[in-house]
């Protein structure tokens, strides 16, 4: 496959020219469609696959993501280590706009996202203790400091359903439990990276205070204005930071997929870590298992 790329990007708001001398890549995966056209191309002799996953013209709000279509084409392009960058929310004042983290940690407050691979019939479980690939985010951090950038090493981000913004309370509460870091769109994508097996590493850029720092007046209300200004002054650093060229032009083809092998059924089956994988800083590549997760529909043809 000529347009086979090893390391993939997913975008957000605003992040949207990457790739030089690229091409364009429409996929079909078993999920249906992913958000938009993957732009592949070579960065310092390695293939890079793009994919903004609010789609080019940001039609796809957060809950409406295929986050399953995105990650299950990425890995039919060959990825196997994807960098998440995306537009967050500071829970604490330490954490100031323009700062990067790279967060170690996730909590969950998203609802009705399609957000596993196994849904059935095989009954698979898999760890979750130390979601993010320790490895990808050790050179996140190196890269990122020799570049100059504010960046930090380990955080929780709280994914909220969203469109909407946290109210006052409920941004208190979060600020309360000791998180640092609240989005959008941070699950399920690391997660279902994890369940394919795929290095993912999530860059949260700092783009405002949360409105409920507690004890804290001038966190004003969120606006998207807001984000947006702030994001575009963080963009240049994290381009930086992933080693983009600017996009110029793209050629187009398309590429479908195999159909993966279906489960087997009547059985369960959980997967944890190697003990010490975290310690000896590399990446956890868990054992391929004999089948593949099964897909929820028939692949588009």
């Given at each position: 496959?000529?347009?086979?790329?090893?390391?993939?990007?997913?975008?957000?708001?605003?992040?949207y020219s990457f790739l030089d001398d690229a091409e364009e890549v429409a996929v079909d995966t078993p999920y249906g469609p992913p958000s938009d056209r993957i732009v592949v191309?070579?960065?310092?002799?390695?293939?890079?696959?793009?994919?903004?996953?609010?789609?080019?013209?940001?039609?796809?709000?957060?809950?409406?993501?295929?986050?399953?279509?995105?990650?299950?084409?990425?890995?039919?392009?060959?990825?196997?280590?994807?960098?998440?960058?995306?537009?967050?929310?500071?829970?604490?004042?330490?954490?100031?706009?323009?700062?990067?983290?790279?967060?170690?940690?996730?909590v969950d407050r998203t609802s009705g996202r399609e957000h596993t691979f196994y849904d059935g019939p095989v009954t698979t479980h898999v760890s979750a203790?130390?979601?993010?690939?320790?490895?990808?985010?050790?050179?996140?951090?190196?890269?990122?400091?020799?570049?100059?950038?504010?960046?930090?090493?380990?955080?929780?981000?709280?994914?909220?359903?969203?469109?909407?913004?946290?109210?006052?309370?409920?941004?208190?509460?979060?600020?309360?439990?000791?998180?640092?870091?609240?989005?959008?769109?941070?699950?399920?994508?690391?997660?279902?990276?994890?369940?394919?097996?795929?290095?993912?590493?999530?860059?949260?850029?700092?783009?405002?205070?949360?409105?409920?720092?507690?004890?804290?007046?001038?966190?004003?209300?969120?606006?998207?204005?807001?984000?947006?200004?702030?994001?575009?002054?963080?963009?240049?650093?994290?381009?930086?930071?992933?080693?983009?060229?600017?996009?110029?032009?793209?050629?187009?083809?398309?590429?479908?997929?195999?159909?993966?092998?279906?489960?087997?059924?009547?059985?369960?089956?959980?997967?944890?870590?190697?003990?010490?994988?975290?310690?000896?800083?590399?990446?956890?590549?868990?054992?391929?298992?004999?089948?593949?997760?099964?897909?929820?529909?028939?692949?588009?043809?």
């Amino acid at each position: 496959m000529s347009a086979a790329a090893e390391i993939g990007v997913f975008g957000g708001s605003g992040f949207y020219s990457f790739l030089d001398d690229a091409e364009e890549v429409a996929v079909d995966t078993p999920y249906g469609p992913p958000s938009d056209r993957i732009v592949v191309g070579s960065v310092e002799g390695r293939r890079v696959a793009f994919l903004p996953r609010h789609g080019r013209n940001h039609h796809l709000p957060p809950h409406a993501i295929p986050y399953r279509a995105n990650l299950w084409a990425m890995r039919e392009l060959g990825v196997r280590r994807i960098i998440g960058p995306c537009a967050s929310g500071s829970l604490a004042r330490d954490v100031p706009p323009g700062a990067f983290v790279v967060c170690d940690q996730f909590v969950d407050r998203t609802s009705g996202r399609e957000h596993t691979f196994y849904d059935g019939p095989v009954t698979t479980h898999v760890s979750a203790a130390d979601p993010y690939c320790p490895d990808l985010r050790r050179i996140l951090l190196e890269t990122g400091r020799e570049q100059g950038i504010d960046i930090r090493d380990g955080g929780t981000v709280v994914v909220i359903q969203g469109p909407r913004f946290s109210t006052r309370s409920e941004s208190t509460w979060f600020s309360a439990m000791g998180w640092q870091v609240i989005n959008m769109t941070a699950y399920p994508e690391g997660w279902l990276a994890r369940e394919l097996e795929l290095c993912y590493a999530n860059v949260s850029l700092i783009t405002d205070y949360d409105v409920g720092l507690e004890g804290d007046t001038s966190a004003g209300p969120v606006s998207h204005g807001e984000v947006m200004r702030v994001f575009a002054r963080t963009t240049s650093a994290c381009a930086g930071c992933c080693s983009p060229p600017s996009r110029r032009s793209a050629r187009s083809r398309r590429t479908s997929v195999r159909r993966p092998s279906p489960g087997r059924g009547g059985s369960t089956h959980e997967r944890t870590p190697e003990p010490g994988w975290e310690s000896r800083g590399r990446c956890y590549n868990p054992p391929v298992p004999d089948r593949l997760p099964r897909p929820s529909k028939e692949p588009l043809t």
